[in-house]
């Protein structure tokens, strides 16, 4: 399990790398809504996403052995990115295994951090594919989500949140695999402990919401959604009994919300968020519960978007 | 002229109001250009720029009878949503003289604020429009930068930059009418008085370098150039003698490297600015000169930007 102590440690070992991102307001936002809403920005974390929170917390926790050996990551894009910041800080060497169709501005940035990328086809297994690297060459495997260090360094994202926003109702979180929100809640528990922690997903992969709702743990197909970040077939066998124990509720959002919540952020706040990192806003600026008069804390968990495919969205609308 | 006591008073009139905008730093950044950078995001500010922080300034010095009639503001964009954000704030009806081509989010967040819009066409005298509609109305005109309050309220911008920085070694500032960098080099001269202050300017109207160099004012032609805050065809009386006493040096970009800076700070630092407003940032990013080794600090003037303007721009490179 993870406990508030796990994630003031990981918040310890965070505060010389890691940047305390900003909490943003806005005055538009909070008109529309009738809440007052602060907004954790960590788009602008190192490497544009929460997920560095995660993987330095866990690479810099391995044995001296284990370093000497290096790491392996698989990873729709920012955990990639994230498991190589954090190697190329930590002097320890990552092998990144991604999708030939991620975003170029990912495989780009992961390279631009020192991390071996390995690329693999549509239909082929990345799990076996991993785990033949990890037997051939002694790396250890950092999972994107389901593992106690993960969930211990993404839950200092809402500790600073509260820190900063003081006393917050409600706190809502993008959720995937369920590292980010497992954490957050966790964290919330102890320093918002009156605070409902809810989970937002996109709606063509609401496993994680099927899941809380049925109380079992449902699997889906690889989602087809623009939130890249959200393409998780189900919650991990950790994040699942800590999003049943720590969450309030779990609500969906299409993506043709998600794209109209991500431009709103861009043109109206001036700030890039990625469609993955939008979805919990995308629930706030949609109206997709009463928020009124209530003060509610909003993850905007990643920027890493590509702006030639942005565009793109754009002109079809 | 304008001292540093009139851009503290005006700190104390806008504190209340306005906000106190982060300043980023980028890795990244600092890698490519060997300096330290700090960016003041006036992008953050409310209606999207710097220019608020002037207008507020100017409209809460006016007497009760000025504030009962009215203002008239002409402007090609952030200084019309500035002025109308202010009266509306202050209870001041405004009058708002805009170009019938100006980028559609600028005219509805003008009218948004409560402005009442009157659109001039292309060839039409602004000024005599302007000049005919404050004497039948009785209205104050609230120039974009030729006045004292104006460039004093600019001026904060800095004096927050430096406060929340420190030390700096040189201060970058897009530079159009000049009371940005008027303002803003008041404020450096008291608070780094070793500061080199440096103007930015689009190379199709160089007219402020021009004017600095030749140590007379340059007039030109409206200049053709994507950065349209900064399409003003000279410095002003008061702005021009600033300038030249405050300003150590003035430098052009042209419109291509204007705008490979200004997506490289949306991807890269996730942050909306629009092309006046990467001005500064953009001679730090094509090294325009040599910062090595220094502590830098560059105003990011606004990220009022039309997002679909923006997608073509992005589609024909």
């Given at each position: 399990m993870v406990t508030y102590d796990d994630i003031a440690a990981a918040h310890e070992r965070l505060k010389p790398v890691a940047r305390r991102t900003p909490v943003l307001t806005s005055?538009?936002?909070?008109?529309?809504?009738?809440?007052?809403?602060?907004?954790?920005?960590?788009?602008?974390?190192?490497?544009?996403?929460?997920?560095?929170?995660?993987?330095?917390?866990?690479?810099?926790?391995?044995?001296?052995?284990e370093k000497k050996l290096g790491v392996l990551a698989f990873s729709s894009g920012n955990h990639a990115q994230a498991v190589a910041l954090a190697g190329k800080i930590l002097n320890i060497s990552t092998v990144i295994v991604m999708p030939a169709d991620a975003p170029k501005v990912k495989l780009d940035a992961t390279r631009g951090y020192g991390g071996e990328v390995v690329l693999y086809q549509k239909g082929e297994n990345r799990e076996e594919l991993a785990a033949r690297l990890c037997a051939q060459r002694n790396l250890t495997l950092i999972p994107p989500f389901d593992h106690p260090h993960i969930i211990a360094g993404q839950g200092t994202a809402a500790k600073e949140l509260i820190e900063d926003a003081g006393p917050i109702d409600a706190l809502?979180?993008?959720?995937?695999?369920?590292?980010?929100?497992?954490?957050?809640?966790?964290?919330?528990?102890?320093?918002a402990p009156d605070c409902r922690v809810?989970?937002?997903?996109?709606?063509?992969?609401?496993?994680?919401?099927?899941?809380?709702?049925?109380?079992k743990l449902v699997k889906i197909e690889t989602p087809d959604t623009i939130a890249d970040g959200a393409?998780?077939?189900?919650?991990?066998?950790?994040?699942?009994?800590?999003v049943l124990?720590?969450?309030?509720?779990?609500?969906?959002?299409?993506?043709?919300?998600?794209?109209?919540?991500?431009?709103?952020?861009?043109?109206?706040?001036?700030?890039?968020?990625?469609?993955?990192?939008?979805?919990?806003?995308c629930a706030v600026l949609e109206k997709k519960l009463n928020l009124e008069k209530l003060r509610v804390g909003v993850v905007l968990s990643g920027g890493n978007v590509d702006l030639r495919w942005a565009a793109a969205q754009l002109n079809k609308n």
């Open positions: 005055a538009t936002v909070d008109a529309i809504t009738g809440a007052r809403v602060f907004f954790k920005c960590e788009n602008f974390q190192r490497m544009g996403a929460f997920k560095f929170r995660g993987a330095y917390n866990a690479l810099s926790q391995l044995t001296d052995e809502l979180v993008p959720c995937g695999g369920g590292g980010l929100i497992s954490g957050c809640a966790v964290a919330a528990r102890r320093l809810i989970g937002v997903e996109p709606a063509a992969g609401d496993d994680a919401t099927r899941s809380f709702k049925e109380k393409r998780t077939t189900s919650l991990g066998k950790l994040t699942f009994p800590l124990s720590y969450v309030a509720d779990m609500l969906t959002v299409t993506d043709e919300e998600l794209l109209r919540s991500m431009f709103f952020l861009w043109e109206r706040m001036k700030i890039v968020v990625e469609p993955t990192g939008a979805l919990a806003a």
